[in-house]
């Protein structure tokens, strides 16, 4: 009897550990499933395939603070030692979403070549910006310290993002070596620099004519941007393009908003003959990427990138 006691005042209080931030489940693959399949009769969630060569470590701890530890999920190809890696950054508008919405698309990937990197990051409800920009950074350095792991290449990065995740991707990349960013993780012996940018319908800018953005964003800018101006312009990869930007695809839905900031930023890297593609995908909605046929072309143009610019 006291041993059954022992464990449950165990499993209480790793239960309410792991309970101290709180957390939005409003964004998944099935409420998005929900909400478009009316207009897009035709779309099917996409689903995992499984790679013999491609091998799944789950929850790998990357980062631990206190009683917080942040984690990722690994798919990586074991054909060859050494793969260029993709660190995947999923959507959510800051507050929501979760690193298993990425596994379909980091399997798919893996099996072409790469080492995918599915991570956890600190939400709005439990940090503002720019935290969960910091936990993408240190997960990148976390991976390059232990490439052999993972069958990692650690000049060979990559950084993809969907949505909210897709602006994140796009502001690690564009910050790299940027000393407002140096957030140096403890012992880590590398840097976050990556050498790629994959963004998936991420805006590029928080203030500017095409931009919409509203109470999400404030509330993770800790502010509207009468209030935290500075914030906004600092969250905004538009603001850091410059000649030290990596190479970067955009894979863009029909919907206008979430292209925001990606013509200006189109020109500056074409000013200093950075490498760059762009692909809208005729009559689509944001999440395109969770359901087929877009999961499919969304998977081809990333990987004809990388191929592109990592191989």
Same mark, same amino acid.
């Given at each position: 009897?006291?041993?059954?006691?022992?464990?449950?005042?165990?499993?209480?209080?790793?239960?309410?550990?792991?309970?101290?931030?709180?957390?939005?489940?409003?964004?998944?693959?099935?409420?998005?499933?929900?909400?478009?399949?009316?207009?897009?009769?035709?779309?099917?969630?996409?689903?995992?395939?499984?790679?013999?060569?491609?091998?799944?470590?789950?929850?790998?701890?990357?980062?631990?603070?206190?009683?917080?530890?942040?984690?990722?999920?690994?798919?990586?190809?074991?054909?060859?030692?050494?793969?260029?890696?993709?660190?995947?950054?999923?959507?959510?508008?800051?507050?929501?979403?979760?690193?298993?919405?990425?596994?379909?698309?980091?399997?798919?990937?893996?099996?072409?070549?790469?080492?995918?990197? +599915?991570?956890?990051?600190?939400?709005?409800?439990?940090?503002?910006?720019?935290?969960?920009?910091?936990?993408?950074?240190?997960?990148?350095?976390?991976?390059?310290?232990?490439?052999?792991?993972?069958?990692?290449?650690?000049?060979?990065?990559?950084?993809?993002?969907?949505?909210?995740?897709?602006?994140? +991707?796009?502001?690690?990349?564009? /910050?790299?070596?940027?000393?407002?960013?140096?957030?140096?993780?403890?012992?880590?012996?590398?840097? !976050?620099?990556?050498?790629?940018?994959?963004?998936?319908?991420?805006?590029? +800018?928080?203030?500017?004519?095409?931009?919409?953005?509203?109470?999400?964003?404030?509330?993770?800018?800790?502010?509207?941007?009468?209030?935290?101006?500075?914030?906004?312009?600092?969250?905004? +990869?538009?603001?850091? /393009?410059?000649?030290?930007?990596?190479?970067?695809?955009?894979?863009?839905?029909?919907?206008?908003?979430?292209?925001?900031?990606?013509?200006?930023?189109?020109?500056?890297?074409?000013?200093?003959?950075?490498?760059?593609?762009?692909? /809208?995908?005729?009559?689509?909605?944001?999440?395109?990427?969770?359901?087929?046929?877009?999961? !499919?072309? /969304?998977?081809?143009?990333?990987?004809?990138?990388?191929?592109?610019?990592?191989?």
């Amino acid at each position: 009897m006291r041993k059954i006691v022992l464990i449950s005042v165990f499993v209480f209080y790793w239960m309410l550990a792991q309970s101290q931030y709180r957390i939005d489940t409003s964004y998944t693959i099935k409420s998005s499933y929900t909400k478009l399949i009316k207009k897009y009769p035709f779309i099917r969630i996409a689903e995992e395939t499984k790679n013999k060569n491609v091998k799944k470590i789950s929850d790998v701890v990357y980062n631990q603070d206190k009683n917080r530890a942040l984690h990722f999920d690994a798919f990586f190809n074991t054909a060859k030692k050494r793969n260029p890696a993709v660190i995947m950054i999923h959507g959510g508008g800051w507050r929501s979403g979760n690193k298993s919405q990425m596994k379909t698309m980091a399997q798919e990937i893996a099996s072409k070549g790469y080492s995918c990197f +599915a991570i956890e990051y600190r939400l709005s409800l439990e940090a503002k910006y720019p935290e969960g920009v910091y936990d993408v950074k240190n997960a990148i350095k976390f991976i390059k310290d232990n490439a052999g792991k993972f069958n990692v290449d650690p000049d060979k990065i990559a950084v993809l993002g969907c949505s909210s995740g897709g602006q994140m +991707a796009a502001l690690t990349g564009t /910050t790299n070596g940027n000393s407002a960013f140096n957030d140096a993780q403890n012992n880590s012996k590398s840097s !976050s620099k990556v050498n790629a940018i994959i963004n998936i319908d991420g805006v590029l +800018a928080f203030k500017h004519p095409e931009s919409s953005e509203g109470e999400m964003a404030a509330f993770w800018l800790k502010g509207t941007v009468a209030e935290n101006p500075e914030n906004w312009k600092n969250a905004s +990869a538009l603001t850091h /393009t410059d000649k030290n930007t990596p190479p970067i695809v955009f894979i863009n839905s029909s919907v206008p908003r979430f292209h925001a900031g990606r013509d200006d930023m189109i020109a500056i890297l074409n000013q200093n003959n950075i490498y760059n593609e762009v692909h /809208t995908i005729k009559d689509s909605p944001h999440s395109f990427w969770f359901f087929n046929p877009w999961f !499919s072309e /969304t998977v081809f143009y990333t990987t004809q990138f990388l191929d592109k610019v990592l191989k």
